[in-house]
Each structure stands twice: as C-alpha cells, then as structure tokens.
C-alpha cells in the first residue's frame, strides 16, 4: 500500500509537468541513450563533442572512398550518408538539450511547443511506457531509431 501511493505521487507529478519539462526528459534520455560512455550530467556535452567530432572524421574517412562505379566504393557512399545523418542527429540533439536548459526561454518554448502539445506529450507517453515495459534487445534498436525519426522533426522546429 505504501509503494502505491508512492507510486501514485510519483504518476501525478509527472503529469503535472510542463511540455518543456517533458521535452527536457525526452533530450536528456535520448542524448544519455547516444553517450553511453559519459561519466556525469556536467559531461555530457563533452563527450557529445567528441562523439560529433568522431562522426564527423569517419564521415570524411567514407567521402574520399565513394567510387559509385565499384560496390565498395558505394559501400562508402552509404556509409557517409549515415555519418552524416548520425551527425546532424547528434547535434540537432546537444542544440535541443542546450536550448532546454536555459529556463530564461522556458516561457517561449512552452508557447512554441504548445502548438505541438500532441506530439510531445505522446513522445514522452511512449519513453515513461517503453521505460517500464521489458524489450527485446532488437526491438529495443527499432524502437529508438523509429522515436528518433518522430522527435527530429519537433526538435528541428525549436531552433
């Protein structure tokens, strides 16, 4: 009974969250998701730009070995095209977790975001939902790339 109505605290106070609080948990969890390796919160845009430089040296690595005349050369070209698109999520990603902790624009952010108030509350429905639920590894994948073609776009509009 005790558990329950912790429980039960624990639901309505995050209901009560604002939509840029709930934006805020989605970036921190996806970003945290990406960064496996980070030590602390205060170095998670650090590792963030390592992992962005990094994305950005193998996607030059791919760019001078396209040849679109032999398969490993448009192996190459596949291979840029995902670093580069890896690239532009990661940073599309440390703009929206930088732009979510500056509480001077909380309230214009929540009225941009209340034009989108369906969006980001199914998104967060879905992470606080799959957070609970048990997934298979390979699901687990599918599930974060398909979150991340639904959040790219909101997150796209912030800026």
Known sequence: MFFQA??????ERDT?????EQLQFVVVTLLNRE??????????LYTANLRLEELKELASYHRKRINLYSS?????????DLAIKNTNQLQLLI?????????????????RLSFKDDEVIALYNELI???????????QELFWK????????L???LR
């Open 6 to 11: 912790i429980s039960k605290k624990q639901i």
């Open 16 to 20: 009560k969250k604002d939509l840029y």
């Open 35 to 44: 960064l496996p390796s980070h030590y602390a919160a205060n170095h998670i």
């Open 72 to 80: 490993i050369g448009q192996f190459h070209k596949e291979a840029y």
């Open 95 to 111: 703009d929206s977790y930088i732009t979510l902790h500056i509480d001077t624009d909380r309230e214009r952010i929540n009225h």
């Open 129 to 139: 939902d799959f957070k609970k639920a048990k997934v298979q590894q390979e699901m």
């Open 146 to 153: 398909a979150y991340k073609q639904d959040l790219m776009p």
């Open 155 to 157: 997150l796209a509009e």
